[in-house]
């Protein structure tokens, strides 16, 4: 096979986990308007995979160069403050009220801002000699010393951080961990090696065991899903989305989270097919969908919010899937992302002129 095939499968791969993860991210929105318990399992259920996902592959695409850093002014830093205009605007104009422009983000605009950091800072922490585990370090840090999680992000940047960064050092080890024999690290049981690059190997190979074993794998998927729903079902969602810190119980709750969300989101990547799939493009134009989703839910809520408390929870489990689909596949196509991207390009190169 051609290194252009194996890109484009690669890139197959990582657009259908966007693709999931969006279509998830746009589901959990929408759970947000109703209070029955069952969408509320729902709606928990899913943060336990989808963020965690989406700063996985955006640590796994990201770069330390000037061009890479550039770009992120343009496709991240613009379509915040930009979209946070217009959705500080568009809910004036539903008569709701908006919170404080740029330092509170509304909805899910603080993603955004969120990643835009940690690219910022991710050429500090490659020089350091454990960036993984300091990152989980300053995560922990960040559930004891409770930094509000509504100040641009900020406290999520931190605990997010180490799924970011897996997802930057995992590109690194992807095709030896996919090609790495079980019987591999006793190439390096002799003394000529130094320990700690032995134990290193001897830790890919193990991961690569695990890999090739797709009962293993799959057994970890349900246990892993499992335990998200026992998370789900006893956790609350300020738990759940890092919204609260206040004892020592929450943050240890917390902890908990974090270490299942990345355990979650490697999964779903070394299961994740390569193969085009419906959800190929959805992951593709995911960005266009993760912005401006927003403001349709914004709109059901105002003008069916009523009909919404009227029917069964049954119901709205079945709407807010259809939905979640619905807007995901619309948003998703090219002429959108074309233009948002002409869009903050013109931004740019006005502001750089």
Same mark, same amino acid.
Request: hydrophobic share 50%; proline share 2%.
């Given at each position: 096979?051609?290194?252009?095939?194996?890109?484009?499968?690669?890139?197959?791969?990582?657009?259908?986990?966007?693709?999931?993860?969006?279509?998830? %991210?746009?589901?959990?929105?929408?759970?947000?308007?109703?209070?029955?318990?069952?969408?509320?399992?729902?709606?928990?259920? %899913?943060?336990?995979?989808?963020?965690?996902?989406?700063?996985?592959?955006?640590?796994?695409?990201?770069?330390?160069?000037?061009?890479?850093?550039?770009?992120?002014? +343009?496709?991240?830093?613009?379509?915040?403050?930009?979209?946070?205009?217009?959705?500080?605007?568009?809910?004036?104009?539903?008569?709701?009220?908006?919170?404080?422009?740029?330092?509170?983000?509304?909805?899910?605009?603080?993603?955004?801002?969120?990643?835009?950091?940690?690219?910022?800072?991710?050429?500090?922490?490659?020089?350091?000699?454990?960036?993984?585990?300091?990152?989980?370090?300053?995560?922990?840090?960040?559930?004891?010393?409770?930094?509000?999680?509504?100040?641009?992000?900020?406290?999520?940047?931190?605990?997010?951080?180490?799924?970011?960064?897996?997802?930057?050092?995992?590109?690194?080890?992807?095709?030896?961990?996919?090609?790495?024999?079980?019987?591999?690290?006793?190439?390096?049981?002799?003394?000529?090696?130094?320990?700690?690059?032995?134990?290193?190997?001897?830790?890919?190979?193990?991961?690569?065991?695990? %890999?090739?074993?797709?009962?293993?794998?799959?057994?970890?998927?349900?246990?892993?899903?499992?335990?998200?729903?026992?998370?789900?079902?006893?956790?609350?969602?300020?738990?759940?989305?890092?919204?609260?810190? $206040?004892?020592?119980?929450?943050?240890?709750?917390?902890?908990?989270?974090?270490?299942?969300?990345?355990?979650?989101?490697?999964?779903?990547?070394?299961?994740?097919?390569?193969?085009?799939?419906?959800?190929?493009?959805?992951?593709?134009?995911?960005?266009?969908?993760?912005?401006?989703?927003?403001?349709?839910?914004?709109?059901?809520?105002? @003008?069916?919010?009523?009909?919404?408390?009227?029917?069964?929870?049954? +119901?709205?489990?079945?709407?807010?899937?259809?939905?979640?689909?619905?807007?995901? @596949?619309?948003?998703?196509?090219?002429?959108?992302?074309?233009?948002?991207?002409?869009? $903050?390009?013109?931004?740019?190169?006005?502001?750089?002129?």
């Amino acid at each position: 096979m051609s290194d252009e095939k194996l890109v484009k499968l690669r890139l197959n791969k990582y657009d259908n986990l966007r693709g999931l993860a969006i279509i998830l %991210v746009v589901f959990g929105h929408f759970c947000f308007l109703t209070n029955f318990f069952s969408i509320k399992l729902a709606r928990n259920f %899913v943060y336990m995979f989808h963020l965690p996902v989406l700063f996985f592959i955006s640590g796994y695409f990201s770069k330390t160069d000037i061009n890479h850093l550039e770009k992120s002014v +343009k496709r991240l830093l613009i379509p915040y403050f930009l979209f946070c205009i217009l959705y500080y605007v568009f809910i004036l104009i539903i008569g709701q009220k908006g919170s404080i422009l740029f330092i509170n983000p509304g909805y899910s605009l603080w993603f955004l801002i969120s990643l835009f950091t940690m690219k910022l800072i991710l050429p500090f922490f490659i020089k350091l000699k454990y960036p993984i585990l300091v990152s989980f370090i300053l995560a922990i840090g960040t559930c004891f010393i409770g930094i509000p999680s509504n100040i641009l992000g900020i406290s999520r940047t931190f605990v997010y951080l180490p799924i970011f960064l897996i997802g930057f050092y995992y590109k690194n080890y992807e095709n030896v961990i996919n090609l790495l024999k079980s019987n591999n690290y006793n190439n390096f049981d002799n003394d000529d090696v130094n320990y700690e690059t032995k134990l290193k190997y001897q830790m890919i190979c193990l991961f690569g065991k695990i %890999v090739n074993n797709k009962k293993i794998l799959y057994f970890l998927l349900v246990l892993a899903l499992i335990f998200s729903i026992i998370i789900a079902w006893n956790f609350s969602r300020n738990i759940i989305e890092f919204k609260i810190f $206040t004892t020592f119980d929450s943050a240890l709750k917390i902890i908990t989270v974090i270490i299942l969300q990345n355990i979650n989101a490697l999964l779903l990547v070394i299961i994740m097919t390569n193969n085009k799939t419906v959800i190929t493009k959805i992951g593709y134009n995911s960005m266009a969908i993760y912005v401006l989703h927003i403001f349709f839910l914004k709109i059901i809520e105002k @003008y069916m919010i009523f009909y919404l408390q009227s029917i069964n929870e049954f +119901k709205i489990l079945i709407f807010a899937i259809i939905i979640s689909l619905v807007l995901s @596949y619309i948003l998703s196509r090219d002429f959108i992302t074309y233009y948002l991207n002409k869009l $903050t390009d013109r931004i740019y190169n006005f502001i750089m002129k």
